[in-house]
């Protein structure tokens, strides 16, 4: 089997990396301290397995539709508005998926033509940079300040003609800055200025 060049061209995954070499050192027995891909130190919650085991005992297991079932988006909404005072949000604007990173790979290969760039805030996810090649486009880093804030001035200064979107997470992976509410509310009306994502 021959993979395409953009398969080949994908790196390996560096958390995935990380927590092999972690792993190798340990059961060398090297003091280790951990840094890579966490998982759940809890057990699921009892209540998650009644729920789905009553589910599956109605054995009407289905395909269900591409964005969700409308059950679970209105449980999405209400939680939103329960937790975080989010009040106006439609079914229509919520979809569901198997994590965060697959909507952003959804979105980028619905809105990236080849030779797209991407402004990605340094320190980054190391996915994204990935994800941005996968779908043919560049990504473009902009250094954070010393306390990885980003700065909306370097974001403009790195937008070309060839901008198409830039990708802010906060809470920050890897550094847990959450970025404010007034920061939030310039880079959306700067991308809106700028008929950017």
């Known amino acids: 089997m021959s993979l395409s060049q953009v398969g080949l061209d994908i790196k390996e995954s560096v958390t995935l990396y990380l927590n092999a070499k972690?792993?190798?050192l340990k059961d060398a027995g090297e003091p280790v301290i951990h840094l890579g891909g966490g998982e759940p130190k809890t057990l699921v919650p009892e209540s998650a397995i009644s729920a789905c085991e009553n589910y599956l005992l109605k054995r009407e297991v289905r395909y269900s539709p591409a964005g969700g079932i409308p059950e679970l988006k209105?449980?999405?909404?209400?939680?939103t508005e329960h937790f975080y005072g989010q009040?106006?949000?439609?079914r229509q604007n919520v979809i569901v998926s198997g994590g965060a990173k697959q909507s952003?790979?959804?979105?980028?290969?619905?809105?990236?033509?080849?030779?797209?760039?991407?402004?990605?805030?340094v320190p980054y996810w190391v996915s994204y940079p990935e994800m941005v090649r996968i779908c043919k486009g560049v990504p473009v880093f902009v250094e954070c300040d010393e306390k990885f804030y980003p700065i909306l001035e370097?974001?403009?200064a790195a937008v070309t003609p060839r901008?198409?979107?830039?990708?802010i997470n906060s809470p920050?992976?890897?550094?847990g800055v959450m970025y404010g509410d007034e920061f939030i509310k310039n880079i959306v009306e700067f991308c809106e200025?700028?008929?950017?994502?």
């Open 172 to 175: 920050n992976n890897p550094t």
């Open 163 to 167: 901008t198409k979107a830039i990708i």
């Open 74 to 79: 209105d449980e999405i909404i209400r939680y």
């Open 104 to 121: 952003i790979m959804v979105a980028l290969k619905a809105l990236l033509d080849p030779g797209d760039e991407v402004i990605i805030p």
């Open 87 to 90: 009040t106006g949000i439609e």
């Open 154 to 156: 370097k974001i403009a």
């Open 193 to 197: 200025d700028k008929k950017l994502i």
């Open 22 to 24: 972690a792993k190798q």
